[in-house]
């Protein structure tokens, strides 16, 4: 049962896509095995992405991972929905997200030789630097690594050098090391799908065919992992049981590629997703429901072409805000909440939700000003090449 000790966590929060590059200059080079970034090599003809929409499904993520612990250590919860149901959901939605927006981002880096080097480059400039300063700052300060009900946390865990290592390294479900800090338990899963994400692109350009067979090859893998299949090891690839969840996110981008005009008013994506809250707990009430919820991002997924872009407003605004520091929230949103709920327990009630609301605000902003965005620049100039492009 090691094997899937991972799997029971509760929510967590996977690490934002890369911005948009700029246009690359043409060139009359050609590459040796690049991939082919859309129909047509300008790059009038990329995937459109209702990106205003996919900002207010991350926003919609974060605030359901947060809501979840901040309910749960106050002893609280919503009804129709469990804490835990709630931050589930809420990391679903964040892996199909995330898969959907990196193949826009492989798609828009063009047709380069190293294509697959950089996208790991950039990748991992941009998760790596923030969580490895996270996880000190938990290990130092002693953080309890979950909050529990009633403003009772759990005890910390035993920082041995291999749990601290793994914990870096963003591999403890590998080599079976607990988690230094709750939410970590997504981010291994991100980051080991980043493995199979250029092969899924290569599928997803394919067209429709090729990427439900690799869906179907991904939900059998994660059977396999998940029923327990006689091979020594394979507790390890306890990402597998994941995969579908991530392809559902691929399929959404090869559903987008066929650029069919969509049908749904912008103004049911917001209804949409409170519904989705909702049917998560109906497809996957238990902590063992795998397949079910692979039903539920696979249904995120189909929805996403399907539904008209939103109106810039002042929602998708905060959205786009909330998707800027979505990973910084992620990262530090539980210790705020022990500082400012357990730490300060005996200060008066106003004082704790005022320390709660300006940490929450600004160690996520003041991360990504010093931490994160100085990580995404070094990444972006290590990979800083003149790019060729088919002709």
């Not at 995937?47 to 205003?52: E, F």
């Not at 480059?121 to 130092?140: D, E, K, N």
């Not at 429709?208 to 992992?225: D, E, F, Q, Y």
Request: net charge positive; with cysteine.
């Amino acid at each position: 049962m090691r094997a899937l000790r991972l799997l029971r966590s509760g929510g967590g929060v996977a690490a934002p896509p890369d911005p948009a590059p700029a246009r690359h200059q043409r060139t009359t080079s050609r590459p040796l095995a690049a991939p082919r970034p859309s129909p047509s090599s300008g790059s009038a003809m990329l995937t459109p992405l209702p990106d205003r929409n996919l900002d207010v499904l991350r926003a919609v993520a974060v605030l359901c991972v947060l809501l979840c612990h901040l309910l749960t250590q106050w002893g609280r919860a919503l009804p129709l929905i469990t804490n835990w149901e709630l931050g589930r959901a809420g990391v679903l939605m964040f892996f199909v997200h995330t898969s959907l927006v990196l193949m826009g981002s492989l798609e828009r880096q063009g047709a380069r030789r190293d294509w697959v080097r950089a996208f790991y480059i950039r990748r991992a400039f941009r998760i790596y630097p923030l969580t490895i300063a996270s996880i000190l700052v938990v290990a130092l300060l002693v953080v309890p690594s979950h909050l529990t009900t009633e403003l009772v946390t759990g005890p910390p865990i035993t920082l041995t050098p291999a749990t601290v290592i793994a914990n870096l390294a963003l591999v403890q479900n590998v080599v079976g090391r607990p988690d230094i800090l709750q939410v970590l338990w997504s981010l291994p899963l991100e980051v080991q799908m980043y493995v199979a994400l250029p092969f899924a692109f290569r599928l997803a350009q394919r067209g429709l065919p090729a990427t439900i067979a690799g869906l179907l090859a991904a939900g059998a893998l994660g059977l396999a992992v998940l029923h327990h299949a006689p091979v020594p090891g394979l507790w390890r690839l306890s990402v597998a049981v994941f995969g579908p969840c991530f392809m559902a996110g691929v399929l959404a981008y090869a559903l987008l590629r066929m650029r069919r005009a969509p049908i749904a008013p912008a103004w049911t994506w917001g209804l949409l997703l409170l519904a989705c809250l909702r049917l998560h707990g109906i497809l996957a009430p238990g902590v063992g429901a795998r397949e079910g919820e692979w039903l539920f991002c696979l249904i995120i997924g189909c929805a996403i072409p399907v539904v008209r872009e939103l109106a810039d407003s002042w929602i998708t605004r905060v959205a786009h805000i909330v998707c800027t520091y979505s990973f910084g929230i992620y990262l530090l949103h539980t210790t705020t909440i022990w500082v400012a709920f357990t730490v300060l327990r005996s200060a008066p009630l106003a004082v704790q939700w005022t320390i709660f609301a300006v940490l929450l605000g600004g160690l996520p902003a003041l991360a990504y000003r010093l931490i994160e965005q100085p990580g995404i620049d070094l990444g972006k100039r290590l990979v800083h090449r003149p790019v060729v492009l088919e002709t």
